[in-house]
């Protein structure tokens, strides 16, 4: 994507010229930080300021290079924000849906997100007719895999359904509905948003992202540089592949799927949130080899046969990585040790059993399907507590810098080596307003005080 970034945000300063004092940088506290031309030229005590230079006291906070986001979804993001919450936690019950959809605000679509068959079973379109059927309701699934539609919203899109379940037709509602317009505010408004948490880097890891998408990112006003995955008409990023336990493609046609996308030279993601998928997957990649980049979107479950499975596919040098999301054992901790086989409590979502296997990790938040707060994700992976404070997976807890280091591993590899401030390091900073060793006890988003970004 287009270097730098456009246009200014209260959290997000652009100065070609600037003298960082008083910041904790590597430990080290009390240290001055020059910038020019968006590198870091010097770093020491008690440097003079320059004609021209900026000064922005860091006042003792931790000086950290900013974050990516390695697993996000962008667009989606910007619409749940101005979607009708459908599911848990804000909505439990049949009777609280019902009252969700009748005072969803505007006058025309609701669009509902975050729905799980907890609150009222799975839904279809005569039961979404009896909630609401004087305006068209679409609710997403919270998995991202299905939306259900009332009968109104059936006929204004022109699909013939009888249950009203769009399985994976994200690509056919966004044509349809024609909403990439009037989403472009939204999501410039959100990228804000995640310039306030000290993001500077996202992968969107939509599986219909196209030629389409990518240009009109590269018209987006945003705070970050972004990492695209999507399908097969593009030439950069990971081609994304969607599997699915309960319709698996043949193994044989997916081989020769990857293995052609590897001669272009693009890497694969799959997308695993199942232990069959993830051995689907493996099985892919090792009969059809492997390219440096390639990744495992999720690894949801992952047993001890699989993670041994996955380190022979992934080789000494690392070529599969692994790109998780923590924050799930935090928001759906109690529905995992409800409806999960006790057996596989400790196999989910794993962090540290990954990196003693010697599996390349890296951190997302699956955002809008997760919390876009990358410090929640962090200090899910240090304590592992569902929200009522049991703990599911005690020995994959991470330290506070393990954690911190899923999201500042470059944005090109998850899972590489942790970017650091040092000379010759791109301006691309997020502040704390606590020395390090004070913020690692709470690992909480107000401690961002300002992102810093060339």
């Known amino acids: 994507m287009a270097p730098g970034v456009i246009g200014e945000h209260p959290h997000t300063h652009r100065r070609p010229r600037l003298l960082i004092v008083n910041a904790e940088v590597g430990g080290v506290t009390n240290l001055d930080v020059r910038c020019r031309d968006g590198r870091v030229v010097e770093i020491g005590r008690g440097l003079a300021i320059s004609a021209g230079e900026d000064r922005f006291d860091a006042r003792g906070g931790a000086l950290l290079p900013a974050l990516n986001d390695h697993h996000i979804h962008l667009f989606a993001l910007a619409a749940a924000r101005r979607s009708v919450a459908c599911g848990p936690p804000s909505v439990a019950t049949r009777t609280e849906l019902q009252t969700a959809l009748a005072v969803a605000p505007g006058e025309d679509w609701i669009r509902g997100v975050g729905y799980h068959e907890s609150v009222a079973g799975m839904l279809d379109k005569h039961g979404l007719d009896q909630l609401r059927d004087d305006r068209p309701v679409r609710i997403q699934h919270r998995s991202g895999k299905m939306w259900f539609i009332n009968s109104l919203a059936s006929r204004r899109l022109g699909i013939e359904t009888t249950d009203g379940q769009l399985f994976r037709l994200d690509g056919l509602l966004r044509e349809r509905l024609a909403e990439d317009d009037d989403l472009v505010p939204a999501v410039e408004a959100t990228s804000r948003l995640l310039a306030g948490y000290g993001i500077t880097g996202v992968t969107d890891a939509t599986y219909?992202?196209?030629?389409?998408?990518e240009s009109l990112y590269r018209q987006l006003d945003l705070q970050q540089r972004v990492n695209l995955m999507g399908d097969e008409s593009l030439d950069i990023g990971s081609m994304k592949i969607m599997l699915d336990e309960a319709a698996l493609p043949d193994l044989d046609g997916l081989q020769e799927r990857v293995a052609q996308v590897h001669r272009r030279r693009r890497p694969v993601a799959f997308h695993c949130v199942t232990r069959t998928e993830l051995v689907f997957a493996l099985a892919a990649l090792r009969n059809a080899g492997t390219l440096p980049g390639d990744r495992i979107e999720h690894a949801s479950v992952t047993d001890a046969p699989t993670m041994r499975l996955m380190q022979e596919v992934s080789g000494d040098r690392g070529n599969v990585t692994v790109v998780t999301?923590?924050?799930?054992?935090?928001?759906?901790?109690?529905?995992?040790?409800?409806?999960?086989?006790s057996e596989d409590h400790d196999n989910l979502y794993r962090c540290r059993s990954f990196l003693e296997a010697g599996i390349p990790l890296g951190g997302g938040t699956d955002s809008p399907y997760g919390d876009p707060d990358p410090w929640?994700?962090?200090?899910?992976?240090?304590?592992?507590?569902?929200?009522?404070?049991?703990?599911?997976?005690?020995?994959?807890?991470?330290?506070?810098?393990?954690?911190?280091?899923?999201?500042?591993?470059?944005?090109?590899?998850?899972?590489?080596?942790?970017?650091?401030?040092?000379?010759?390091?791109?301006?691309?900073?997020?502040?704390?307003?606590?020395?390090?060793?004070?913020?690692?006890?709470?690992?909480?988003?107000?401690?961002?005080?300002?992102?810093?970004?060339?």
């Open 208 to 213: 219909t992202n196209d030629k389409t998408t």
């Open 325 to 341: 999301q923590p924050n799930f054992i935090a928001e759906r901790g109690e529905a995992y040790l409800r409806d999960v086989p």
């Open 376 to 454: 929640a994700a962090m200090r899910a992976a240090v304590e592992r507590r569902t929200a009522d404070g049991q703990v599911l997976g005690e020995d994959e807890r991470l330290s506070p810098e393990e954690a911190l280091c899923l999201f500042l591993t470059p944005l090109d590899n998850p899972g590489g080596v942790p970017r650091r401030v040092v000379v010759g390091a791109p301006v691309d900073f997020c502040v704390l307003a606590k020395p390090w060793h004070e913020a690692r006890d709470s690992l909480g988003a107000e401690l961002v005080t300002r992102t810093i970004r060339y």
